[in-house]
């Protein structure tokens, strides 16, 4: 039985124009773990909205950053200095990214940016950039004259949506991998092509 709480972080923006968006794909996961798992929540603390309970034998907290995308570190720092958590272990965040082919995960224990805005607000915050991260593969913007703020914030539809579905599914199990097993065996599981 794990006795020391896990962080889970969604990025996305809030509001219900943003609900459904490629950017919210990590808003997304963290309600599929709070139906799937029971979690109490989500309410309100600080500058994100959390559920506490357990998945597994793990005591989990999971978050949404009520901040937009671009500060997503204040609410981060906010839930690690809170319970004490050390970020290099117990630090779980889940982002889109447009470098990734749509509904490929990429699970990392540590790395950049990578040119993501909340990711590197995050890293700003907690003084570097080790910790665990899941980001899900929604595709590069369909042209290079598209705008990229329109294409991310953007409601995928038909196939697109079910591929996306789809790996929103994977990257919620791929929590339950890195909790069960550790980050070394859900790479080698979930960073298939």
């Given at each position: 039985m794990d006795t020391e709480w896990y962080l889970i972080v969604g990025l996305g923006n809030p509001g219900q124009q943003y609900a459904g968006t490629?950017?919210?794909?990590?808003?997304?996961?963290?309600?599929?773990?709070?139906?799937?798992?029971?979690?109490?929540?989500?309410?309100?603390?600080?500058?994100s909205l959390?559920?506490?309970?357990?998945?597994?034998?793990?005591?989990?907290?999971?978050?949404?950053?009520?901040?937009?995308?671009?500060?997503?570190g204040e609410a981060v720092r906010e839930g690690i200095?809170?319970?004490?958590?050390?970020?290099?272990?117990?630090?779980?965040?889940?982002?889109?990214?447009?470098?990734?082919?749509?509904?490929?995960l990429r699970?990392?224990?540590?790395?950049?940016?990578?040119?993501?805005?909340?990711l590197k607000n995050i890293i700003r915050h907690l003084g570097d950039g080790e910790f665990n991260r899941i980001r899900v593969g929604v595709g590069a913007k369909p042209s290079p004259d598209a705008n990229l703020a329109d294409y991310v914030l953007g409601h995928p539809?038909?196939?697109?949506?079910k591929i996306l579905e789809d790996a929103k599914d994977r990257a919620a199990k791929a929590v339950r991998?890195?909790?069960?097993?550790?980050?070394?065996?859900?790479?080698?599981?979930y960073n298939t092509r």
């Open positions: 490629r950017h919210n794909v990590g808003f997304d996961v963290i309600d599929r773990l709070i139906d799937e798992y029971g979690i109490d929540g989500p309410t309100k603390f600080g500058k959390t559920g506490k309970g357990r998945i597994g034998d793990h005591r989990v907290i999971l978050m949404k950053p009520l901040t937009y995308m671009n500060l997503s200095d809170y319970y004490k958590i050390d970020h290099r272990t117990h630090l779980i965040v889940i982002s889109d990214d447009i470098d990734l082919a749509e509904g490929r699970l990392r224990q540590k790395g950049s940016a990578g040119g993501h805005n909340g539809t038909g196939e697109d949506r991998a890195i909790l069960d097993d550790g980050i070394a065996a859900a790479m080698n599981r």
